[in-house]
Each structure stands twice: as structure tokens, then as C-alpha cells.
């Protein structure tokens, strides 16, 4: 049994800053490390940075300017295009680096990435090339969390890209809070030979485990067990991979068990997803361990970061999609509140337990959360701010 932190859930903290601290340590220790990015490294919270590096810039300076030099290994430029050109040639010469942008804008380079992973696949049969450091993407800003951006921000197509590559040199990370964030940050940085997708919030998030817990998860298929809302013999299964997901997913169950004491449940964290599997390229979930975690005949509900299908068809490798019931973003965007994203895309907690309730044939849960949802609605619609928190 995995140890908790103490009162999860509770405390909040930031994803992206926390990696922004460690880019900003990686800098400081690795003389040839290199964080490229588009002109958003403020923006995706990735500032610290500058308290330890210059960004590249030969042009007359501002005195506004951030610290700049030309020998800068920040290096910002508003074409992701370039900026993984040059990557590339950087991760070639055997010194790592990372880039970090917006998630809607990452499928830029989606052309580039397919040819990357069809260079390293043949570059495996090729005796005299040696190994290069990953290809790493920080993914930010993402379709859940747009603030004052709208639909044309929100798109998380290139995780199902990606995904559906069949070289199996592809690693989707979800870190579901800060602690889980530097263990993704590590396993990044330990890569080889492979492209690694990293994506989280850029807001404060609550805290859920250690890092004990998140190590686990990396050692051991990337999913795990959540004691502290879990039950034994449970009669459903939640599961979430996304940081925003999960804790709609954790507070829907904590709905649930205040309106239907007596059921029984489990949470099933999802950290990574790699080509027809749960866990990375190197550690996939066997489907011995999947039906321990997720039980062989239980009714599972999951609530994915990006489109549902490409989680349902990862799922499906595992069991019955009878079985199954996924939620996530279904392509439904708009300039609005964070809660009102979730209920426009059916990811909301009350979304997920009016699943559950119906199962039960309580349905006067149903038309409860059905008003609880209509009524926030129409408050964001009037106010701009949610009821729901």
C-alpha cells in the first residue's frame, strides 16, 4: 500500500512554476542546456528561468528588456517551427534541452515531430549512431485553463497524434500535481531515444501525493491505486490521466459518497500513456496488473485531459468497452469560466456522477445535478465567474 500525503487535496500549488524552478536549475548546473520557447515563457509560468540565465538576443536592448546576451541559451522565438529545428540539431550533438508552448500551438510542429520519430527509429539500426537525450515537450496552457483565450487556444490533438504512432517512441505524461511534475521532469531528463510529451496546468492545483508515490507510478505501469478515496470490493472503478480531470474526478466521488453513503469505490491514477498502453515505452501496464487495479468486471468510468476516444481506445486494449464510459474534451471551447469548459465538454464532477446515478436509477440525483450544472450556467453567463469552484 502506497503511503498519502497528509491531507491531500488541501494545499495548492503550481505545475509550471515548479518546473520552471527546476529549468531554471538545469540551466545553472548544465552548462549546455538550452530552454527554447516561444515569446510565453512568462506567461507558461516558466520564469525563473531568467533568474539564472540571459535570453539570446543580438538586437539593440530596451531598457524593458528582460536579461538578455548572445550567448543566451534561452532561446525565444515566435515560430515553433525554428525553434525545434534547432532543437533537434542541439539534441544531436548529445546536450539536452526542452521546449515549452502552448498546448494548442505544439501541433505546429506535429510534421516535424512524425519525422523525428521516424529518424530515431532508423537511426536504431544504424551500428555507429549513438543514443540522443529525448525529445522533450512542456505542454502548457492548456484547453482546460485558457483564462481570457478562447476556443481557438483550446486543443489538446497532438497527445491523440502522437498516441496513435505505432513506434512505441512516444511517452504522454499527465502529472497530476506539483510533486508528480518534478518526477515527470526526471524521467524527461533521463530519457533517450524517445519523444516525451509532458502536459499540466499552469494555475495552482491541489496536492495529492508524494513523491514516493510518483516514483511508484513510473516503476510500476504508470497507474496507482488512491487509498485515501478508495474502498475495498468496490463496484466501480473512476480513473482520470490530466490534472484538471482528475480532481473533477475526486470531486465527483466525494459527491457521491455524500449522496449514496453506502457505495463503494475506487480511484486509479493515471500518470502515462504510450502507444496502445497505459505507462511509458519502457514500463507499460500488463493486463495481469490493469485487471488487479481496475478489477476484471467492474464498471469503469474515466475522465481523460485530451479527446475520449483516444483514451477509450487505449482502455479498450485492456477490457470490454462495455465496460467503459470515458469523458474529456469534446472539441466544445469558448472564452469562459474553468467550470463552465468542464460542463461544455460533459468532464464536469456533476457530469461523471450523473453517470453513476443513473446506473443507480436514482433520478432524483439526476435532475439534482442536472440544476446544479443549469444553475452555474446561468450564473458564469450573467457574472462571469463560477458558483463552482
Same mark, same amino acid.
Given at each position: 500500500?502506497?503511503?498519502?500525503v497528509?491531507?491531500?487535496?488541501?494545499?495548492?500549488?503550481?505545475?509550471?512554476q515548479?518546473?520552471?524552478?527546476l529549468?531554471?536549475?538545469?540551466?545553472?548546473?548544465?552548462?549546455?542546456?538550452?530552454?527554447?520557447?516561444?515569446?510565453?515563457?512568462?506567461?507558461?509560468?516558466?520564469?525563473?528561468?531568467?533568474?539564472v540565465?540571459?535570453?539570446?538576443?543580438?538586437?539593440?536592448?530596451?531598457?524593458w528588456d528582460?536579461?538578455?546576451?548572445?550567448?543566451?541559451?534561452?532561446?525565444?522565438?515566435?515560430?515553433?517551427?525554428?525553434l525545434?529545428?534547432?532543437?533537434?540539431?542541439?539534441?544531436?550533438n548529445?546536450?539536452?534541452?526542452?521546449?515549452?508552448?502552448?498546448?494548442?500551438f505544439?501541433?505546429?510542429?506535429?510534421?516535424?515531430?512524425?519525422?523525428?520519430?521516424?529518424?530515431?527509429?532508423?537511426?536504431?539500426?544504424?551500428?555507429?549512431?549513438?543514443?540522443?537525450?529525448?525529445v522533450?515537450?512542456l505542454?502548457?496552457?492548456?484547453?482546460?485553463?485558457?483564462?481570457?483565450?478562447?476556443?481557438?487556444?483550446?486543443?489538446?490533438?497532438?497527445?491523440?497524434?502522437?498516441?496513435?504512432?505505432?513506434?512505441?517512441?512516444?511517452?504522454?505524461?499527465?502529472?497530476?500535481?506539483?510533486?508528480?511534475?518534478?518526477?515527470?521532469f526526471?524521467?524527461?531528463?533521463?530519457?533517450?531515444?524517445?519523444?516525451?510529451? &509532458? $502536459?499540466? %496546468? /499552469?494555475? @495552482?492545483?491541489?496536492?495529492?501525493? #508524494?513523491?514516493?508515490?510518483?516514483?511508484?507510478?513510473?516503476?510500476?505501469?504508470?497507474?496507482?491505486?488512491?487509498?485515501?478515496?478508495?474502498?475495498?470490493?468496490?463496484?466501480?472503478?473512476?480513473?482520470?490521466?490530466?490534472?484538471?480531470?482528475?480532481?473533477?474526478?475526486?470531486?465527483?466521488?466525494?459527491?457521491?459518497?455524500?449522496?449514496?453513503?453506502?457505495?463503494?469505490?475506487?480511484?486509479?491514477?493515471?500518470?502515462?500513456?504510450?502507444?496502445?498502453?497505459?505507462? &511509458? $515505452?519502457? %514500463? /507499460?501496464? @500488463?493486463?495481469?496488473?490493469?485487471? #488487479?487495479?481496475?478489477?476484471?468486471?467492474?464498471?469503469?468510468?474515466?475522465?481523460?485531459?485530451?479527446?475520449?476516444?483516444?483514451?477509450?481506445?487505449?482502455?479498450?486494449?485492456?477490457?470490454?468497452?462495455?465496460?467503459?464510459r470515458?469523458?474529456?474534451?469534446?472539441?466544445?471551447?469558448?472564452?469562459?469560466?474553468?467550470?463552465?469548459?468542464?460542463r461544455?465538454?460533459?468532464?464536469?464532477?456533476?457530469?461523471?456522477?450523473?453517470?453513476?446515478?443513473?446506473?443507480?436509477?436514482?433520478?432524483?440525483?439526476?435532475?439534482?445535478?442536472?440544476?446544479?450544472?443549469?444553475?452555474n450556467?446561468?450564473h458564469?453567463?450573467?457574472f462571469?465567474e463560477?458558483?463552482?469552484?
Open positions: 500500500m502506497i503511503k498519502q497528509e491531507n491531500p487535496g488541501t494545499e495548492l500549488y503550481s505545475s509550471a515548479k518546473i520552471g524552478n529549468l531554471a536549475d538545469q540551466l545553472k548546473n548544465d552548462p549546455h542546456f538550452y530552454f527554447f520557447s516561444p515569446d510565453e515563457t512568462t506567461s507558461n509560468k516558466f520564469d525563473a528561468v531568467f533568474n540565465e540571459k535570453r539570446a538576443w543580438n538586437l539593440p536592448q530596451k531598457p528582460l536579461p538578455e546576451s548572445e550567448e543566451g541559451r534561452i532561446i525565444e522565438m515566435l515560430s515553433e517551427n525554428v525545434f529545428s534547432v532543437m533537434t540539431g542541439h539534441l544531436l548529445n546536450e539536452k534541452a526542452m521546449l515549452g508552448s502552448y498546448e494548442a505544439l501541433p505546429i510542429i506535429t510534421s516535424q515531430l512524425l519525422q523525428q520519430i521516424k529518424f530515431i527509429k532508423q537511426s536504431k539500426s544504424v551500428a555507429w549512431r549513438k543514443s540522443m537525450p529525448a522533450n515537450l505542454s502548457t496552457s492548456t484547453c482546460w485553463r485558457q483564462d481570457h483565450n478562447g476556443f481557438t487556444h483550446q486543443s489538446p490533438a497532438l497527445i491523440s497524434t502522437l498516441l496513435s504512432v505505432p513506434s512505441n517512441l512516444v511517452n504522454c505524461l499527465f502529472p497530476v500535481d506539483d510533486v508528480a511534475a518534478e518526477e515527470a526526471d524521467f524527461m531528463l533521463r530519457s533517450k531515444d524517445v519523444v516525451n510529451l &509532458t $502536459t499540466f %496546468n /499552469k494555475n @495552482t492545483q491541489p496536492r495529492y501525493i #508524494d513523491s514516493k508515490h510518483a516514483k511508484f507510478q513510473f516503476d510500476n505501469g504508470g497507474a496507482s491505486i488512491y487509498q485515501f478515496v478508495s474502498d475495498d470490493d468496490p463496484e466501480f472503478i473512476f480513473t482520470a490521466a490530466g490534472d484538471i480531470v482528475t480532481h473533477e474526478t475526486l470531486e465527483a466521488i466525494k459527491i457521491l459518497k455524500e449522496d449514496i453513503p453506502n457505495i463503494r469505490i475506487r480511484f486509479v491514477g493515471i500518470n502515462a500513456l504510450s502507444y496502445r498502453a497505459i505507462g &511509458t $515505452t519502457r %514500463n /507499460k501496464l @500488463t493486463k495481469e496488473k490493469f485487471a #488487479d487495479l481496475f478489477t476484471k468486471d467492474k464498471p469503469i468510468l474515466a475522465n481523460f485531459h485530451g479527446y475520449p476516444e483516444t483514451f477509450e481506445n487505449i482502455l479498450e486494449n485492456y477490457t470490454e468497452r462495455r465496460r467503459l470515458v469523458h474529456g474534451f469534446n472539441e466544445e471551447g469558448s472564452t469562459t469560466t474553468p467550470f463552465e469548459m468542464l461544455k465538454n460533459v468532464a464536469s464532477r456533476y457530469d461523471l456522477v450523473i453517470d453513476i446515478a443513473t446506473v443507480k436509477k436514482r433520478e432524483d440525483l439526476v435532475l439534482k445535478y442536472q440544476a446544479i450544472l443549469e444553475e450556467h446561468l458564469a453567463v450573467q462571469g463560477d458558483l463552482i469552484k
